[in-house]
């Protein structure tokens, strides 16, 4: 058994809120491990601009799509284009979210279901709309982006941290449902990177040595640090692995 188990070639993979961020950095793994790519997002331009580059980079096909994985319809027709313009769909990476900061007595109902509906209520459809292709063809891998913080409390963010434990919940139940078809369903919790959602709190000092005071490793994690892990996930290297979670936060929960 040598490296081609981490080899994606031929097979087909979409990244929700794949345009920026941590959604980029998984997006090129997964062209660069071998993988078609479907790059989704609510800005097509931004989707499109993603795209373009990953498939200049990496001469593998690619798609750019403009989804919002809170409305069915939409999550419907980016399952229907994917399987049109690639004709299977493999991978999974369910990544599209949103953090709103404020104490709970600050958060408007609003607040806490846009962030449940994006958070949780998204990757539910999605999977439920891909899984239909997965089970039929009895292989996939589902993958997760939860977060530290669906382990762990801090302050301010109720809505995010309870979205992103349910997402733990949600993996687990799911890997048992689906491993009767070869589904497999796992989560990453990726702690404190360096990405524009958290690019105004690290920016602040005092913020910035919060969060590294509590990571045993000593620094902030760079996004490209993901590209081990989603593409071992989506690999048959993980091929007896499902319904696990992998913490990548630089020892933080560890204590």
Do not use: H
């Amino acid at each position: 058994m040598g490296l081609d188990i981490f080899s994606l070639e031929g097979r087909v993979a979409i990244v929700t809120g794949g345009s920026k961020g941590l959604g980029e950095a998984m997006a090129r793994a997964l062209a660069e491990a071998g993988a078609s790519l479907v790059v989704a997002s609510r800005n097509l331009t931004e989707c499109q601009n993603i795209a373009n580059s990953i498939a200049v980079v990496t001469g593998r096909g690619t798609l750019a799509l403009r989804v919002d994985v809170t409305v069915r319809s939409e999550v419907d027709r980016m399952v229907e284009e994917t399987l049109s313009r690639f004709g299977r769909i493999d991978i999974l990476v369910n990544n599209a979210g949103i953090n709103i900061r404020k104490p709970l007595m600050e958060l408007s109902d609003e607040d806490w279901s846009q962030v449940m509906s994006i958070n949780l209520t998204g990757p539910m459809l999605c999977s439920r709309a891909v899984g239909k292709v997965m089970i039929e063809r009895r292989s996939g891998s589902i993958i997760n982006l939860s977060s530290t913080l669906g382990y762990v409390g801090l302050p301010a963010r109720t809505a995010y941290s309870s979205s992103k434990a349910g997402l733990v919940g949600f993996t687990r139940t799911l890997a048992l449902e689906w491993a009767q078809y070869n589904v497999r369903v796992n989560a990453v919790c990726p702690g404190p990177f360096e990405t524009a959602m958290n690019k105004a709190l690290l920016q602040n000092p005092e913020v910035f040595d919060y969060f590294v005071s509590r990571i045993p490793l000593g620094r902030i994690a760079n996004p490209e640090e993901l590209a081990g892990p989603i593409i071992f996930l989506a690999s048959d290297a993980s091929s007896f692995m499902t319904g696990a979670t992998l913490l990548i936060d630089g020892g933080w929960t560890a204590q």
